[in-house]
């Protein structure tokens, strides 16, 4: 919806009218989408989001019974230079109404958008590749456990527990070949893997569980809890959508971070029973896998360029939604016609897609030339450096109309 200007007098139910959200609904902070700014309008009674312009957010955060339409209008002419017109409100009215997210609301209309939210909260998503699967009442589990264990949260336990843990993962770098030495001489393999595959999925769990403690410290409440399917492997997950509604940056990053940082908490006592526990069996190959496992999880976790707990953490401390499309597409649009590509773009969104773009780059690129590199080394054992160099050029050619039918597909899914 566009705000227009008005050059008529004010009716006079503008001044008489004092509108009020209903509680739980919740005008998020503006967030860099591309070229322009948005906002997430949350309603925890049904689950529904909406996304408006910085302008209808800031007539919406002031809709709270106390202040008439007019005031609001003054206000928002000093903001942003312009008064509104009687439409212009009716507009916006309706457009809250048909959202139910005025005071009164009809009941039947709230149960209709509570289903219409959980309905495409369950198909959002979803293709071959990615599927999820809600665990009914799972969600329910996070206020009591944030009462219980919210505290370890704060600063004063959360930091040394965080440094701990990344002075362990330091050492499991420096000492893998060790680690997995222990590993391979390990007796009793297979109740070794069985319980190293019990306690990973525990330690998945209690991560997803991480991120939905600290959206409920901080204000929100995960929608789901489940099973989701993401190729090739299947994992709990836990949706946080209202940490986008959080108005302090370092809320919605600690959000983010929560369950890498049940990681790594758990990582100092696994190294006390490396180092202090029995020196051999399978206890002490268990510790070994699951110190070798836990890093290269959190490693890959706090990688920017996967959207994993690392990316969604940038995302948030730069204010931005969709930060690796949003990179990609400005990338491609300076690629096509250079700065003139990207003018529209705002000086803070130009820095921080740059910034993303070159920090892909540096981190992808090289993974990827040693990836074909391996590759080609064992194709070529196999077959000869002919065969191997057809293999790679057809599965470039695989991948590449992949891509473009992802694109094409996302582009008319967007239309």
């Not at 940082?261 to 190294?271: F, H, Q, R, S, T």
């Not at 994993?308 to 096509?336: C, I, K, P």
Request: some cysteine; aromatic content about 10%; proline content about 7%.
């Amino acid at each position: 919806m566009t705000v227009g200007e008005e050059v008529t007098p004010p009716p006079a139910w503008l001044d008489e009218a004092r509108p009020r959200l209903r509680p739980g609904v919740v005008v998020g902070p503006g967030l860099t989408k591309g070229t322009s700014t948005v906002h997430f309008v949350a309603d925890g009674e049904t689950g529904a989001y909406l996304q408006v312009g910085p302008r209808e957010a800031f007539l919406m955060s002031r809709l709270d019974g106390t202040r008439s339409l007019t005031e609001i209008g003054a206000e928002y002419a000093g903001r942003f230079g312009k008064r509104l017109a009687a439409e212009h409100w009716g507009q916006l009215l309706g457009l809250l109404g048909s959202r139910a997210l005025l005071e009164p609301a009809d009941p039947a209309q709230l149960d209709l958008l509570r289903e219409k939210a959980e309905a495409a909260r369950g198909s959002e998503g979803r293709s071959a590749l990615l599927w999820r699967m809600p665990i009914p009442r799972a969600a329910d589990l996070v206020p009591p456990a944030a009462r219980r264990f919210g505290w370890l949260l704060s600063p004063v336990v959360a930091v040394p527990l965080t440094l701990a843990g990344l002075a362990v993962g330091v050492l499991v770098g420096l000492n893998w070949a060790t680690l997995y030495a222990a590993i391979e001489q390990g007796p009793a393999r297979w109740p070794l893997t069985l319980a190293g595959i019990a306690i990973t999925w525990v330690m998945i769990a209690l991560h997803e569980l991480g991120h939905g403690v600290a959206c409920h410290r901080y204000g929100g409440r995960p929608s789901q809890i489940g099973l989701m399917w993401r190729f090739p492997l299947v994992a709990f997950y836990c949706k946080v959508d209202d940490v986008v509604t959080f108005r302090t940056t370092r809320h919605r990053v600690a959000t983010s971070f929560a369950g890498v940082y049940v990681n790594l908490a758990v990582l100092p006592p696994i190294g006390a029973l490396w180092l202090w526990g029995p020196q051999a069996g399978w206890v002490h190959s268990l510790a070994a896998s699951l110190l070798l496992f836990g890093t290269v999880a959190i490693f890959f976790n706090l990688l920017p360029v996967l959207q994993l707990d690392g990316y969604h953490m940038l995302e948030h401390a730069t204010s931005t939604v969709h930060l690796q499309s949003e990179a990609a597409r400005f990338t491609a649009a300076f690629l096509r016609r250079g700065p003139a590509g990207v003018s529209g773009y705002p000086r803070r969104a130009r820095w921080i897609y740059s910034g993303y773009a070159v920090l892909a780059a540096a981190v992808l690129g090289p993974a990827i030339f040693l990836l074909v590199r391996l590759w080609f080394g064992t194709l070529a054992g196999l077959w000869g450096p002919a065969a191997a160099a057809l293999i790679l050029i057809a599965e470039a050619a695989a991948v590449a109309a992949f891509l473009t039918w992802a694109v094409r597909r996302r582009r008319s899914a967007a239309r």
